[in-house]
T-cell receptor, first 119, second 114 residues
Framework: GAGVSQSPSNKVTEKGKDVELRCDPI?????LYWYRQSLGQGLEFLIY????????KSGLPSDRFSAERTGGSVSTLTIQRTQQEDSAVYLC?????????????????FGAGSRLTVL | AQSVAQPEDQVNVAEGNPLTVKCTYS??????LFWYVQYPNRGLQFLLK??????LVKGSYGFEAEFNKSQTSFHLKKPSALVSDSALYFC????????????FGPGTRLSVLP
């Protein structure tokens, strides 16, 4: 697609429920990132996928968080047993992979985000 | 590991005046430096980057930034601010010793007053 697409744009859930957030990156972008932005805060790195390599999960805050990327394209971020502190905007970004030169190298293109509210 | 600091939560400037949004970083390898802007209710947009070469880089909307290795800084500047520049600005760094992880600063809210 022309941009990074995220769904749902807004999600309200009850504490303890599981949620899935979806990201559809730009076609041809091999790198995909998930970040979390809490109200008034900066961006917190969650996880990074590059092609078929093992993902960098170093930013996932707990084992309730997981993500997968199927076929090197669409990614799903799953939060199990949601807590109120999980409320945030979850941002997905994609980019050309490492070793790819040109003006687009290393540039992240972000989606509009999924706003999660846990009641 | 890499880190980014944006020492000012908020910057206010009058329209037409020059603006500066400060960023300092810490890396162990060579830094790749970026500025992104977030307008209200919109996603982050890329403004400019420094990878190598000239220390002064020019980006979108008339913004520029200067890489200063000795001061480990990458301040964002614009000669003449517009009200429409009011937004949240994020500095980011990637340390080439630490793979593909981009670390973002906490953000600086810029308000340009008419």
């Amino acid at each position: 697609g022309a941009g990074v697409s995220q769904s749902p744009s807004n999600k309200v859930t009850e504490k303890g429920k599981d949620v899935e957030l979806r990201c559809d990156p730009i076609s041809g972008h091999t790198a995909l990132y998930w970040y979390r932005q809490s109200l008034g805060q900066g961006l917190e790195f969650l996880i990074y996928f590059q092609g078929n390599s093992a993902p960098d999960k170093s930013g996932l805050p707990s084992d309730r968080f997981s993500a997968e990327r199927t076929g090197g394209s669409v990614s799903t971020l799953t939060i199990q047993r949601t807590q109120q502190e999980d409320s945030a905007v979850y941002l997905c970004a994609s980019s050309l992979g490492p070793g790819r030169g040109g003006s687009g190298a290393n540039v992240l293109t972000f989606g509009a985000g999924s706003r999660l509210t846990v009641l | 590991a890499q880190s980014v600091a944006q020492p000012e939560d908020q910057v206010n400037v009058a329209e037409g005046n020059p603006l500066t949004v400060k960023c300092t970083y810490s890396v162990s390898g060579n830094p790749y430096l970026f500025w992104y802007v977030q307008y209200p209710n919109r996603g982050l947009q890329f403004l400019l980057k420094y990878i190598t070469g000239d220390n002064l880089v020019k980006g979108s909307y008339g913004f520029e930034a200067e890489f200063n290795k000795s001061q480990t800084s990458f301040h964002l500047k614009k000669p003449s601010a517009l009200v429409s520049d009011s937004a949240l600005y994020f500095c980011a760094v990637r340390d080439d010793n630490y793979g593909q992880n981009f670390v973002f600063g906490p953000g600086t809210r810029l308000s340009v007053l008419p």
